[in-house]
């Protein structure tokens, strides 16, 4: 039986109307959403400022996440087209902050590396003011693709840790946390800033975990954290352990700013590309 959700975690907006006046606009573009697959609780928010996350590679994902309401299955080939289409409606938005993620692909020798760095360089074709944010997978542990795009000159180079390493197998088979750690240091060397990483809490860490986490981040050069509040997707996923209180959101984000963070967001709803264009700073 799921935990009754605390009046703190309301969304800002309703996700009916949002939806009615944006999907219809993306699917005629042939792009998806982060927002939509993954059901991110500010969806109604998002949308209804013309801001999303766009998702390629595809809407399956090769492995199975039980925090995740992706689907998993067999993926499909890479669309070539798909770069063209996104940095389209990108522009179409008027986006001036483009944040694009994908499925895990571990099918692919790159782990999709290439296709991120083929979209980017179209966004910059198309969108040529607009900051580029990207949320990557770990690429296998591949320092090849992770290195692919890097070259690519992201703004923001993110790859989300989630959780802490006690409950990888649970949360996050598949994924290994050192691995993780490896990736967003590689980023940090070669970039010095705008590397970032968020994570969840109420999956059953102890706060003590979530500080070592930061400073493991902190330690590989992370300098953008993000904590947000597990929500359950569906009853599929794994249910949610406690409801964080905003005040430890807040003695949290205290910790990270004195690990020395430079970007720090933390709160009940706080996603990894939530606010991203407000909290970006060159």
């Not at 939806?19 to 998806?32: I, M, Q, S, Y």
């Not at 992706?70 to 890479?78: K, L, Q, R, S």
């Not at 001036?96 to 994908?102: A, E, G, L, Y």
């Not at 760095?117 to 770990?138: C, G, I, K, S, Y």
Request: positive net charge.
């Amino acid at each position: 039986m799921r935990k009754p959700i605390p009046d703190w975690i309301r969304p800002a907006a309703r996700k009916r109307q949002a939806l009615r006046e944006l999907a219809p606009l993306l699917r005629g573009a042939g792009v998806h959403t982060v927002c939509e697959h993954a059901r991110c609780p500010n969806l109604g928010e998002c949308f209804s400022r013309g801001v999303v996350t766009f998702l390629i590679l595809g809407e399956r994902c090769t492995r199975r996440c039980r925090f995740c309401a992706i689907d998993h299955g067999p993926p499909v080939p890479p669309d070539p087209q798909e770069p063209a289409r996104v940095a389209a409606a990108a522009a179409r938005l008027g986006s001036r902050h483009v944040v694009i993620t994908s499925v895990t692909r571990d099918d692919l020798p790159d782990g999709g590396a290439a296709h991120f760095a083929a979209v980017m360089w179209q966004v910059r074709d198309r969108a040529a003011a607009a900051v580029v944010e990207v949320l990557v997978p770990d690429f296998g542990g591949s320092r090849e693709a992770a290195a692919a795009v890097l070259a690519a000159r992201p703004e923001v180079f993110a790859h989300n840790v989630e959780t802490v390493p006690r409950l990888y197998a649970r949360v996050r088979p598949g994924a290994d946390y050192g691995r993780s750690l490896g990736l967003l240091g590689q980023a940090a060397a070669a970039r010095g800033s705008g590397v970032k990483s968020g994570l969840m809490v109420g999956l059953g860490e102890k706060m003590a975990e979530v500080e070592a986490v930061l400073a493991d981040l902190r330690g590989v050069g992370v300098d953008m954290v993000t904590i947000g509040q597990y929500l359950q997707p569906s009853p599929r996923q794994l249910s949610v352990t406690r409801y964080v209180p905003p005040a430890t959101f807040a003695r949290l984000a205290a910790r990270a700013r004195s690990f020395g963070f430079r970007e720090v967001s933390s709160g009940p709803l706080v996603r990894s590309s939530y606010q991203a264009g407000q909290h970006y700073r060159p």
